[in-house]
């Protein structure tokens, strides 16, 4: 689609997302091991009526790449209407291009899907639940403060005392420390992070447009902790964070979705999205952390189809095997 028009759609959808925009479709095309694509569906009058946008992500080359190659949709289909035709139009349009490419697609919804649940059934999806934590900044500083825990909330004075701060990073030095930060935490987890390419991207493309901020914890003068979200209409969207195990006692992963969720009820936004939560029922430590800043528990589920059986079955038994030798 025209990229004015395919703009204009997603910012006035009710459900637009920074993931379904033109910005981070490029800041996909322009990073190593992403192939993003776009499907519209158009009528005569050259309106949008339905957008889905992709990335076809992988892991590394060879048979690591072949074995890790999927399709994640963020916060897509966004449908004009509600139009079930259309719908069923886009996720067709998605099969045909994208089924023999990857081994297997996953919608990850970002608001209430269920209306479109029969509809990714008949397609041959499968429905999965799982949480986010959404966090309302249009309450006063008081309200948001008595929402969060008793520990937590003494974990935030405790940073204070020990003199850790929370600031905007800006410039590349900064912005690179607190990747080597991402980079720590990721390689100790044993969790694969996005390329450099992709933050890379992210900040020539979106930060001059004020979609994404680099937070960071500062002790003594030095950067320990880090926050990146990204920021869309009246949403700041918690992306990756993490800190240097070694200054836990500072505090600074306490501290720092706190301090951003001031800065984004002072700066005009009205929702902090906490992003994933884990599987209900099934111990997260992610989610214990994220629900200690209050905040609504939601369930928007996810949609994930299978299309290389075989294939899905090794690449899972590969991942195992790859965190245990990480």
Same mark, same amino acid.
Request: glycine share 8%; hydrophobic share 40%; with cysteine.
């Given at each position: @689609?025209?990229?004015?028009?395919?703009?204009?759609?997603?910012?006035?959808?009710?459900?637009?997302?920074?993931?379904?925009? @033109?910005? %981070?479709?490029?800041?996909?095309?322009?990073?190593?091991?992403?192939?993003?694509?776009?499907?519209?569906?158009?009528?005569?009058?050259?309106?949008?009526?339905?957008?889905?946008?992709?990335?076809?992500?992988?892991?590394?080359?060879?048979?690591?790449?072949?074995?890790?190659?999927?399709?994640?949709?963020?916060?897509?289909?966004?449908?004009?209407?509600?139009?079930?035709?259309? +719908?069923?139009?886009?996720?067709?349009?998605?099969?045909?291009?994208?089924?023999?490419?990857?081994?297997?697609?996953?919608?990850?919804?970002?608001?209430?899907?269920? +209306?479109?649940?029969?509809?990714?059934?008949?397609?041959?999806?499968?429905?999965?639940?799982?949480?986010?934590?959404?966090?309302?900044?249009?309450?006063?500083?008081?309200?948001?403060?008595?929402?969060?825990?008793?520990?937590?909330?003494?974990?935030?004075?405790?940073?204070?005392?020990?003199?850790?701060?929370?600031?905007?990073?800006?410039?590349?030095?900064?912005?690179?420390?607190?990747?080597?930060?991402?980079?720590?935490v990721y390689g100790r987890v044993k969790l694969p992070l996005a390329a450099a390419t992709v933050f890379q991207?992210?900040?020539?493309?979106? +930060?001059?447009?004020?979609?994404?901020?680099? %937070?960071? +914890?500062?002790?003594?003068?030095?950067?320990?902790?880090?926050?990146?979200?990204?920021?869309?209409?009246?949403?700041?969207?918690?992306?990756?964070?993490?800190?240097?195990?070694?200054?836990?006692?500072?505090? @600074?992963?306490?501290?720092?979705?706190?301090?951003?969720?001031?800065?984004?009820?002072?700066?005009?936004?009205?929702? %902090?999205?906490?992003?994933?939560?884990?599987?209900?029922?099934?111990?997260?430590?992610?989610?214990?952390?994220?629900?200690?800043?209050?905040?609504?528990?939601?369930?928007?589920?996810?949609?994930?189809?299978?299309?290389?059986?075989?294939?899905?079955?090794?690449?899972?038994?590969?991942?195992?095997?790859?965190?245990?030798?990480?």
């Amino acid at each position: @689609p025209d990229l004015g028009l395919w703009s204009k759609f997603v910012a006035s959808h009710a459900q637009g997302n920074i993931f379904q925009t @033109p910005f %981070f479709f490029r800041v996909y095309q322009e990073s190593n091991h992403y192939r993003p694509g776009v499907i519209a569906v158009i009528d005569e009058d050259n309106r949008i009526r339905g957008l889905l946008s992709y990335q076809m992500q992988q892991e590394g080359s060879g048979w690591m790449g072949i074995l890790s190659t999927r399709s994640v949709i963020m916060g897509g289909p966004l449908i004009t209407d509600d139009d079930s035709h259309v +719908a069923e139009l886009l996720l067709q349009a998605y099969e045909k291009e994208i089924s023999s490419r990857v081994i297997y697609s996953q919608f990850r919804n970002l608001f209430d899907m269920e +209306a479109w649940k029969p509809l990714f059934l008949r397609n041959k999806y499968r429905c999965e639940d799982h949480l986010n934590i959404i966090i309302d900044l249009t309450q006063s500083e008081q309200e948001l403060w008595k929402q969060v825990y008793p520990k937590r909330r003494n974990e935030i004075r405790r940073a204070v005392k020990e003199g850790t701060s929370v600031r905007l990073l800006e410039g590349n030095d900064e912005i690179q420390e607190a990747l080597k930060i991402l980079e720590n935490v990721y390689g100790r987890v044993k969790l694969p992070l996005a390329a450099a390419t992709v933050f890379q991207a992210a900040s020539r493309i979106l +930060a001059p447009l004020g979609m994404i901020r680099f %937070f960071g +914890a500062v002790n003594s003068g030095r950067i320990i902790g880090t926050i990146v979200v990204l920021c869309y209409k009246n949403v700041i969207y918690d992306w990756y964070a993490g800190s240097y195990r070694e200054h836990y006692d500072k505090y @600074p992963n306490d501290i720092l979705p706190w301090e951003v969720f001031l800065w984004g009820r002072e700066t005009g936004y009205e929702i %902090f999205d906490f992003g994933g939560a884990g599987k209900p029922g099934i111990p997260y430590g992610v989610r214990d952390y994220k629900k200690k800043y209050g905040g609504s528990l939601v369930n928007y589920s996810r949609f994930i189809r299978i299309h290389k059986p075989l294939l899905y079955q090794i690449a899972r038994t590969g991942f195992s095997i790859w965190q245990k030798l990480q």
